[in-house]
């Protein structure tokens, strides 16, 4: 019951406008810091480095919410580009994921191909790959159509997105997506039980389903989860099935389990960290804190010691 309500007051303050514009101007507060890496790419790519240096490799993230005009939309873009430029020059191992809601989905979906034709023509010169991370319910069929008219229409093969295992489409949605690197997840957002399954169990079996269809498909998989008994299971399947090591990869939020993210580096797994950073980190951060309300014990530490 409590956790349900804290969940529900944490969804809250991420959506609220004014608290994520107004959290812009204080710096990483509450803790937020253990988990976002800073608010400028500066910040990003020395955590990026630390990371590299004990065998993991990393997605940048620049956070940033509420987007609604085009001039937003369009700096969004060009900061992503620099990051891209940033990495390359730092010569990091590290890829990008993008919102496309941050690059203009929801004031123009044209203008936001072109920004995303942009980030992807900057990711190809030096070598590198991109991730659309994957929105809510009412953002989804567009990100699909988006990715396909990006590899198909325009020929980027550089280009992957996230598929959330608490979806009832999400079974044929991977199938149909067979051959492009997913990152496969169980879902971040609140949806109703007329798409989405609602029952944790649920989601797991749905979760472990997806898994086995895309890399017995033969296409690169890359497992996000915190969830052990999921990184048990996904170990044991590859080993059942004769996976080649080089065909999936576990992934794990930055400041999460860091534990289990060196011990399955220690085991010879592609472990890849997903580092956010920038000023707009509130809404990043209260998610986090709904989706685990254990994480509130050190919010409250890193409040009590600003
Ligand atoms: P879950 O939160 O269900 O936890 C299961 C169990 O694992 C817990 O009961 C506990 O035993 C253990 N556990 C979990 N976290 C722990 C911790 N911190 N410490 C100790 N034990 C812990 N979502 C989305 O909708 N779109 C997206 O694009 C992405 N992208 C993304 C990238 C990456 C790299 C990750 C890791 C996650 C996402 N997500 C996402 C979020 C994802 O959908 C999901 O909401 C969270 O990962 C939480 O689910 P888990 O699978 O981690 O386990």
Redesign the pocket.
Known sequence: MMASISKNVFLYASRNGLLNHAAKKWGLKFGASQVVAGVNIESAVKIVRELNQQGIACTLDHLGEFVSSKEEAAQAAEYNVKTLEAMAEAGVDSQLSVKLTQIGLDVDRAFCVENMRRILEAAKWHGNFVQI??EDYAHYQLTLDILKELRDVYGYNNVGT?I?AYLHRAGQDVKSLKGIPL?L?????KESAKVAYQD?RDVDDNFLVIIKEHLLSGSYTAI?????H?IARVKELVKEHSIPFDQFEF???YG??TDVQLSLVREGCNVRV?VPFGDDWFGYFMRRLA??PQNVSFALKGFMSK
């Open positions: 991370d994957m996230v959330q990152r997840v169980k879902g971040a957002y944790k996000a989860t915190h969830d052990h999921i992934q794990l939020l999460f389990r997903y989706e685990r």
